[in-house]
T-cell receptor, first 115, second 115 residues
Framework: EAQVTQNPRYLITVTGKKLTVTCSQNMNHEYMSWYRQDPGLGLRQIYYSMNVEVTDKGDVPEGYKVSRKEKRNFPLILESPSPNQTSLYFC??????????????FGPGTRLTVL | AQSVTQLGSHVSVSEGALVLLRCNYSSSVPPYLFWYVQYPNQGLQLLLKYTSAATLVKGINGFEAEFKKSETSFHLTKPSAHMSDAAEYFCAVSDMNTNAGKSTFGDGTTLTVKP
């Protein structure tokens, strides 16, 4: 089954404790992206990657890091989480080759609470 | 720079009534436009996308959207609402030159369907 998976689905942590949220896709998509969803603010793009070893900032990259060492994986790293990073996070992927526009496929979300 | 404005954060209709969710966009180049739906506790899934082949786009579950360049709009409609349509709906725009690169989502519209 074609899908985007995220782990963990739920996470409660404390301020300053480094964490990683994993994202993996099995569709051989070149493009991957991370979003955060907050009430009344819709989805805001954190980082995206057009291919392996190619990443770029979205609209709200502060406090986050990403890496793209393999095509299928795109982990989101919070080096020193703060309470304002409490949010619902979505990973998404899309193909780039072929006739545009190409829609994004979303993971189930990770609900993060930083105390 | 691109942006999306969804008018009305909450829309309530009666079952069987017309659904109209509004989306206006701003883009410096001809845009790629999408509507996504998010059911409770799930990720986003594609409803429909504007491909430039036709201004009236049909999607899943009886939804359609009309691209109006003069009004910079891409409103979503459904002739007759069903209880199962209750969800949050997001309009999104991607820069045509970068295809899926930089994606901007609206703040979302929550649709409530009353029996």
């Amino acid at each position: 089954e074609a899908q985007v998976t995220q782990n963990p689905r739920y996470l409660i942590t404390v301020t300053g404790k480094k964490l990683t949220v994993t994202c993996s896709q099995n569709m051989n998509h070149e493009y991957m992206s991370w979003y955060r969803q907050d009430p009344g603010l819709g989805l805001r793009q954190i980082y995206y990657s057009m291919n392996v070893e190619v990443t770029d900032k979205g609209d709200v990259p502060e406090g986050y890091k990403v890496s793209r060492k393999e095509k299928r994986n795109f982990p989101l790293i919070l080096e020193s989480p703060s309470p304002n990073q409490t949010s619902l996070y979505f990973c998404a992927s899309s193909q780039i080759a072929g006739e545009p526009p190409n829609e994004q496929f979303f993971g189930p979300g990770t609900r993060l609470t930083v105390l | 720079a691109q942006s999306v404005t969804q008018l009305g954060s909450h829309v309530s209709v009666s079952e069987g009534a017309l659904v109209l969710l509004r989306c206006n966009y701003s883009s410096s180049v001809p845009p790629y436009l999408f509507w996504y739906v998010q059911y409770p506790n799930q990720g986003l899934q594609l409803l429909l996308k504007y491909t430039s082949a036709a201004t009236l786009v049909k999607g899943i579950n009886g939804f359609e959207a009309e691209f109006k360049k003069s009004e910079t709009s891409f409103h979503l409609t459904k002739p007759s609402a069903h209880m199962s349509d209750a969800a949050e709906y997001f309009c999104a725009v991607s820069d045509m030159n970068t295809n899926a690169g930089k994606s901007t989502f609206g703040d979302g519209t929550t649709l409530t369907v009353k029996p």
